[in-house]
């Protein structure tokens, strides 16, 4: 059947629909990675979101079993791609991308130009937008609510049985941040977003603040549980909306991008010590917002070399660091994995 994505600026595009016929709401981002569309689409990162997708052949690899997700479920609100494939070909595929989107009720829309659609978000910055397909739906804006309850766990859990002992703040985690950790002979302790590890009395060495969907500003609780942390000198490492968290517990500042970073080949100049190195690493990203003002006492410690936002942070002198990247990559590089080794020498 037929579907239309509408924008809030009174653009329309049709296409035709895949999956479930279904209406669907959200901010409308896009990203420019050419592979992994069973990882990013189960990134909680995207929750609220309707993702475009500027690589032209989408689903000629079907989807993978579920070990190889990122979460449990599809995490956009829907998929806009330009040219949908529905026979896949792969010894890991085990049913075409319609036939998931079909089985958790969301959309694909297959609209033919979808670079005059990825220029006009670059120009005019992240726009809402809504697919419609049978019926209409109101627009939505992810950025004015917190998401970060809807995609965390709901309570503690523990894997692994090393010596290091790992607090994952789940704020949306993709699954390979922990898996990372956990083979590097540690005990992984996942928690809620705005569980209190000092209050309840958990046994630890370190914390890593994970990734996840909105703006940071509604971590109310995870920014207050951090700053204690801080404050008592636990080592702690953030990544992604942790990065944002970790500046923000310390006196930083953060902003939302124009149209944010989403692709698998984002390059990142290193500082050492608050000064341009000359090592520069290809990384993964998906984010909509970044830190606007480091902290006092900290180092930038990443820049984008293409657009010389902030990318990482380090303290001075103490074991706080934080990354904008994913250092875990799925999808994408493992240029930076070494960033898990450098924040565990610290314990």
């Not at 990825?118 to 397909?133: C, N, P, W, Y």
């Not at 190195?277 to 909509?288: E, L, P, V």
């Not at 990318?311 to 898990?340: C, N, R, Y």
Request: hydrophobic content about 35%.
């Amino acid at each position: 059947m037929t579907g239309t994505l509408i924008l809030k600026d009174g653009s329309k595009f049709q296409g035709e629909i895949f999956g479930s016929p279904k209406s669907t709401a959200g901010e409308l981002v896009f990203s420019t990675g050419m592979m992994g569309y069973p990882e990013s689409l189960t990134d909680p990162s995207y929750k609220g979101q309707i993702l475009i997708l500027t690589y032209p052949l989408v689903g000629n690899y079907g989807v993978p079993d579920k070990d190889f997700w990122e979460s449990d479920r599809i995490m956009v609100e829907g998929l806009i791609v330009s040219d949908y494939i529905d026979t896949p070909s792969h010894y890991q595929s085990k049913k075409t991308l319609a036939q998931w989107f079909e089985e958790e009720n969301l959309p694909i829309l297959e609209v033919k130009d979808t670079r005059l659609l990825t220029q006009k978000i670059r120009d005019k910055g992240a726009i809402l937008g809504k697919i419609k397909a049978s019926e209409d739906v109101q627009f939505y804006d992810p950025n004015k609510e917190s998401l970060i309850e809807k995609v965390s766990v709901d309570k503690p859990n523990t894997l692994g049985s090393g010596k290091k002992r790992i607090l994952l703040f789940d704020c949306g985690a993709k699954r390979n941040i922990r898996k990372r950790i956990l083979d590097r002979d540690t005990t992984v302790i996942t928690v809620p977003w705005n569980f209190d590890p000092f209050e309840n009395g958990l046994d630890f060495d370190g914390i890593v603040i994970s990734n996840g969907p909105g703006d940071p500003k509604f971590a109310k609780e995870t920014i207050g549980i951090i700053r204690k942390a801080v404050g008592k000198k636990v080592p702690t490492l953030g990544v992604c909306l942790g990065h944002q968290l970790l500046a923000l517990a310390t006196g930083g500042d953060t902003k939302k991008l124009k149209y944010g970073h989403r692709s698998q080949n984002q390059p990142c100049t290193m500082f050492e010590k608050g000064k341009k190195s000359k090592r520069c690493f290809i990384t993964t990203q998906n984010h909509g917002f970044c830190v606007s003002k480091v902290p006092k006492d900290f180092y930038p410690w990443f820049v984008n070399a293409n657009d010389g936002t902030n990318e990482g942070i380090i303290h001075k002198k103490l074991p706080f660091m934080s990354v904008q990247f994913h250092p875990e990559a799925t999808p994408g590089p493992t240029d930076a994995d070494w960033i898990f080794d450098f924040f565990l020498s610290k314990i």
